[in-house]
């Protein structure tokens, strides 16, 4: 099993581009979450599924969006992106809920 | 322990010796809570979780305790080695949809 995986691990944006990052997950799991870490901070939530095609917001949701057409992918698109999107993404999946969460590697996103 | 804000608790600790880690959480009703460690560069790695109708909960050279009454969560390392070396998270299920709300980390350096 190849866990949780993210791609891509970097990238540079412009101002006002759009991207999707990915994330795929082979454990069957239910549950995917997007949660973004700034420098010396904790991880925020921007999105969660329970399920495919059930997703919802977050903590900070804005700026982006979420779809869940299978249950192993739960790609995280940035619609047009702004330098406070400069961020460590990480994507995690559990099988279920109050689960310990599995991470992926991490995008290191910088917005210029 | 945890603290909110761009500089990280730190806790340095002799190679040998046990590490204690706090974590004051934020809501009373949270019943599920989890400890991550993350290496530099890394994704958060589970360590081990408690549930809310536990005190305490053993692991391998780790032991999480939970006093609900003060609404504090400690994490405990035995004999602590270089690998244990970094940046640990607390979290419990506040979020929407009982997702995790992640503590903003104590950085554990052992000293050799």
């Known amino acids: 099993n190849a866990g949780v995986t993210q791609t891509p691990k970097f990238q540079v944006l412009k101002t006002g581009q759009s991207m999707t990052l990915q994330c795929a997950q082979d454990m069957n799991h239910e549950y995917m979450s997007w949660y973004r870490q700034d420098p010396g901070m904790g991880l925020r939530l921007i999105h969660y599924?329970?399920?495919?095609?059930?997703?919802d917001q977050g903590e900070v949701p804005n700026g982006y969006n979420v779809s869940r057409s299978t249950t192993e992918d739960f790609p995280l698109r940035l619609l047009s992106a702004a330098p406070s999107q400069t961020s460590v993404y990480f994507c995690?999946?559990?099988?279920?809920?109050?689960?310990?969460?599995?991470f992926g590697s991490g995008t290191r996103l910088t917005v210029v | 322990g945890e603290s909110v804000g761009l500089h990280l608790p730190t806790l340095s600790v002799q190679e040998g010796d046990n590490s204690i880690i706090n974590c004051a959480y934020s809501?009373?009703?949270?019943?599920?809570f989890i400890w991550y460690k993350q290496e530099s560069g890394k994704g958060p790695q589970f360590i081990i979780d408690?549930?809310?109708?536990?005190d305490k909960r053993q692991g391998q050279r780790v032991t999480v305790l939970l006093n609900k009454t003060v609404k504090h969560l400690s994490l405990q390392i035995a004999a602590t080695q270089p690998g244990d070396s970094a940046v640990y998270f607390c979290a419990e299920n506040s979020g929407s949809a009982r997702q995790l709300t992640f503590g903003s980390g104590t950085q554990l350096t052992v000293l050799p």
């Open positions: 408690i549930r809310s109708n536990m």
């Open positions: 995690a999946s559990s099988p279920t809920l109050n689960y310990g969460y599995t």
């Open positions: 599924s329970v399920g495919a095609g059930i997703t």
């Open positions: 809501n009373s009703a949270s019943d599920y």
